[in-house]
């Protein structure tokens, strides 16, 4: 029974990738759907080990144990071919048709199921000819080889054919080590069955799973960095969407009316003149940790730290009915926390102080991508008025543009005479609010 020892170590290892992909993101569809691929062909591979080696009742019943293995097999196959098709609806596809590929993965699981049906009618062929059939010379010559070795290289080509074609629509670099990867490691895998399980296939079916593994491994560790660079400046809804949607999907541009608010410490530029470069440095990073902590707790993005302005955005790229309330939530919490920390910071004769801006309305949001940046961005003019709105606010006070208290049914607020703001043709109503 030794010789049948890597069989087992395969199979173990090939439970433990399941667990490691199940655990790693336990909310993901599609890592649950690739964890049951690798559970499954662990399963079908422990199969391999002779009946004399099973439990006492289980020997007695080798019919039951021959259509488990077909069964368990089966699902295998299927879960493979669902995980390709779920990665590929990660990865936007632009002008490009994907329908071929697609349906190539839905006629391959269909093919899978044949797989199975042929495997329970037919389990002694399957066993005798199929299974480890290259350990014999003729096995390319016998029939029942290639009853179900027709349906398995199509399942592969299939499942090849998808992965190439996802290559077309450019996926950044961690999604496409995740593809190239699978792409590889698929014909060890389907070759480890018609090799002999207990010698050659067992060696195959390890550098199968560690090709996978690999690039497996090298795309959860991108997207860690990514993700933890993202945090920095995304809500955790944007986050959330980002993983279960994919980047490229999750921030495409797209009108939305959201609230945007602007927040500009007062006294600023001739406070860093006469202070060191390292305690403005320490300032802004209190200053710029405020902001985050105040647009975590509405869900808010933070599109831009440009020196002693914040611009938020409430509403986008997840949208929020409330996102008026929310806005001016966000503008009072920054008012009161900058406020502290400018009153920390301050010395005698500079003085520093917090004014802010609110306004809401449609506006494109989206993804600029430069050559060497991804920059989120908001366009429209609301976030002009919030800008203009911020310039005009005294020390301690939030001004908000009409649109965005009426949204809100604010009642904290208390109308100003309408101002001419440079960019606007007409006058604009101002609401306001001071500490």
Partial sequence: MTEFVPVVIVALVSLGMAAAFYSADTASPTSRVLALAFATTGLSYLFAVPLSALPRPLQNHPGLICNLASIVETV???????????????????????????????????????????????????????????????????????????????????????????????????????????????????????LPPNDSGAVVMAIGEMIFLVGAVQYHVLQGHRGAFMSRFLSPQVAELVRTRGMDRAIQHQQSEITIVCCDLRGFTDYARVRFSGDVIELLREYYDAAGEAAAEVGATIKDFAGDGVLLLVGAPVAQPDHAARGLALARHLRDSVSTLAGRWGIEGHRLGVGLGVASGMVTVGVINSVSRLEYTAVGAAVNLASRLCERAADREILADEHTIRLAAATDFKPREPVELQGFAVPMALFASRA
Avoid: C
């Fill in 76 to 194: 295998s196959l299927l879960a493979f071919l669902e995980w390709i098709l779920r990665v590929r609806r990660t990865v936007p596809a632009g002008d490009l048709h994907t329908a071929l590929g697609d349906y190539a993965l839905r006629f391959a699981q269909s093919v899978s199921v044949l797989y199975g049906i042929l495997s329970l009618m037919f389990p002694h062929t399957k066993v005798d000819d199929f299974l480890g059939g290259l350990k014999n010379a003729d096995a390319l010559m016998r029939p029942g080889f290639w009853l179900f070795a027709v349906p398995m290289l199509f399942v592969l080509g299939s499942g090849g054919m998808a992965l190439l074609l996802l290559l077309n629509r450019r996926p950044d670099r961690p999604e496409k080590l995740r593809v190239m990867s699978a792409f590889l490691a698929g014909p060890f895998l389907v070759a480890a069955l018609v």
